[in-house]
C-alpha cells in the first residue's frame, strides 16, 4: 500500500509540473500580445511618449530648461553713435546679452534714425561717443539735432523706456558730452530713465567702465518689464551665425570700389560699411622729415584726392585705413590652413537661433589674403570682448579657465599686466597659446580693423588735388623686442617700396573728417599756434595757405602769426626745419618760438616759453581778441592751459582760480581751439 501511495504522489507531482510550466508560457504569450497593442503614451521608454510621463533627475539642467514655461521681454532697441566702431561694438556686445536674457535685440545705427517710427513705445539703450569739441559723431548727427531742437514738443518721448552709457576721454573738456546730453534730452523729452546712467573714460579702461556700468543692466530691466509667453517650438542650436563657403578656383572678388551696399541686398556691420563708404587714393610719395632716426620717425605722406573728387578744407582730418602686416598675414593663414589667394564666400546661416538680426562681417567674394591683410584686426588691442569670444574655441579647459579669467573684473590687473601693457593683440594671443581656429571662427570674433586719424598738413587752396600729412611712427616692445604699431608698420612699408621702387605706385584707403581747426573768418585777428612734434601739421597748412592767398593777392592784410613749436634737439627731430626758418624769414610767421627739451642743462617745453611770454600773450588773447590753437598730446595740452590760467591771472591783477574761468570762458567762445590725442 505504501509503495501504491508513492507512485501516485509521484504521478501527481509530475502532472503539476506540466500544468505551471504550461501556466507561465501562458503568461508570457499574453504579456507579448499586451506589450504589442498598447499605445505608445503607455510606455514611458517609448520615444514617442510624452515628456511629462518621464522623470527627469534633479541634476538635468537641460531637462529642467525643457520644463520651463518660454517667455520674452520683448524686443529692446540698442542705438550707437559710433565714430571709430567702439559704441557699436558695444552695442554688439549687449545684443549677445540681450538674447540670452529672453530679450529680442534689434541693434541700430543712429544714421537710419527716423523720428515717425521712433515715437512708438519701445525700449531702447543708447551708446554714445563724443567727438571734436563735445559734438555728436558723424552718424549721430541727424538725431542729435532732433532731440535738442527748441521747438521739439516735450511728451514726444513719453513711450520711450531708455539707458545712456556715454564714451569718453576725462583729458578733455567736454568729456562724455553726447551722453550727458542725450539722457538729458531724451528725460526732458519724456521718456523714462530705466535703468542708471553711465560713462567710461578712455584714458582709463573704456571697456572695464563700460562691463561694470552693466552688472545689475539686465537683471533691472527684468524686474521693470513684463514678459510674455512666446512659441519656441522652432528654436533651433544657437549655431555662428554665417557660413563660410571657399569659392571654386577662378572666382573673383567682389569689387571694393564705388562699392554701393544697396545693390548687394545685403546689410553690414558698421565699420565695414564704413570701410567701404572710403576711397581708394594713389599716394604720391612718403619721406622722413627728421635729421636721423636714433629716436624714433616721422614720415611726410602725399595722397593724390584729385583724381577720386574729394574735397578737403584745410585742417581736416584724414582717416587711413591700415593694413596688418604681410608678415603676420602669412603665418596666420598658415595657422588657419587655408592658401592666401583662395577665395570664400560668406552667407548667412539661416538654421541660427541667435534672435540678432545678421549683418555681414565682411563683404565677399572675397580672398584670405584681402581679408587677413585690410579687415582682419590682427595687430590691434584686443577687447576683453574679443578674448571672451574667442575661448568658446579654446579645448584646453585649463587654458579657457585662465582667458576667461583675464575678462572678469577679478582679472583687471592681469589683463593690464600681461595684455595691455604687453602690447598683445589677437594675433600674438593665438601663437602664444597655440590656439586652434578656422577662418569662420576668425572672421566671428577678431574686431574689423579701425581707421587713424590725421590732421592734414596741408592748404586746401594750395593744394587742392593733394593732401599731406606727417606721421610719427610708434613702436611698443612685444617679448622684448621692439615692434612697430599696426599704422606705423604700414606707412613704414609705404617708406620703403617708395626707397626701392620710385615711381611704383602704392594705393590706400582714406576719408575726410571735419576738425575742431578752422582759418578765421576775420583774418585779421592775431594767431597764436601751439604745435610742438607732429602737433605742427594744421598750422602747416595754416602757413601754406597764408602764403599762398598774399602770393595771388587775395586778403592780403593778415594778423600777427605767432608759433610756438617744440622737439627733442635741433639737430635730430626738427620736422619742416626749412620751411619753418623760410616762412619766418618771409614774415609768414611773425613771432617764433622754438622749445629743445633735450638742449641745454634744463628740459625746455612749449609751455615753459609760453610761461616767460606772459605778458605777450595777455595782450594777444585779451586784448586784441586773439585766437589760441593748441595740437598735440593731452598731457601737453593740459598744460598749456594750466599756463594760460597764470596769464590770465597776471594780466587782470586776479586770483589764479578767477584766472582758470576767463580761460574758460575763452574756450566757450571758440577762442581757445584744441585738437588733441594721447
Known sequence: DYSINLLAIEYMLDNLAYLLIGAAILIIIVAVILKKTASPKDDPSSPDSPKKTASPTKNDPKKEEDNKPKITYGPIYLYFGSQTGTAANFCKNLAEEAANNQFQPIVTDLQEFDPDTFVAPRVAIFCMATQGEGEPTDNAEKFFKYISAEDRETGIFKNLRFTVFGLGNKQYQFYNAMGKKTDAFLDKLGGERIYRYGEGDDDGSLEDDFNEWKVELWKTLKEKIQPVAFDASKKTE??????????????????????????????????????????????????????????GSTLHIEFDV???????????NLCVYPENDPKIVEAMAERLGVKLEQVFIIEENKENASPIKFKHPVPSPISVKTYLSRFCDLQGAIKKSTLKNLTKFVKNEELKEKLLKLTSAAGKEDFEKEISKANKGLYDIIVDNNIQLDLKQLIFLADTVKPRYFTIASSSAKNPETIHICASLLEFKVEGKWRPGMASGYFRRMLEHFIKNPGTPVYAKVSVKESTFALPVDSNRPLVLVGPGAGLAPFRGFLHEKEHLIKIGENKQYGEITLYFGCRKSDSDYIYKEELEKFHQEGIINKYYKAFSREGENKCYVQDLM???????????????????????????????????????????????AGALKVKQLEQDKRIIKELWE
Do not use: W
Request: proline share 2%; net charge negative; glycine share 8%.
Open 306 to 316: 584729385g583724381s577720386c573728387g574729394i574735397k578737403y578744407p584745410t585742417a581736416a
Open 611 to 657: 610761461k616767460k611770454n606772459s605778458a605777450e600773450l595777455g595782450v594777444t588773447l585779451f586784448d586784441q581778441n586773439g585766437l589760441l590753437y593748441i595740437c598735440g598730446s593731452i598731457r601737453m595740452g593740459n598744460d598749456v592751459l594750466k599756463v594760460l590760467n597764470q596769464v590770465a591771472a597776471e594780466h587782470f591783477n586776479i586770483s589764479t582760480l
Open 238 to 295: 544657437e549655431q555662428l551665425p554665417f557660413n563660410l563657403i571657399m569659392g571654386e578656383e577662378g572666382l573673383k572678388e567682389v569689387e571694393f570700389e564705388n562699392f554701393e551696399e544697396e545693390k548687394t541686398g545685403k546689410e553690414y556691420d558698421f565699420q565695414v560699411k564704413t570701410f567701404l563708404s572710403c576711397n581708394k587714393v594713389k599716394v604720391i610719395t612718403a619721406y622722413e622729415l627728421r635729421q636721423n632716426n636714433d629716436e
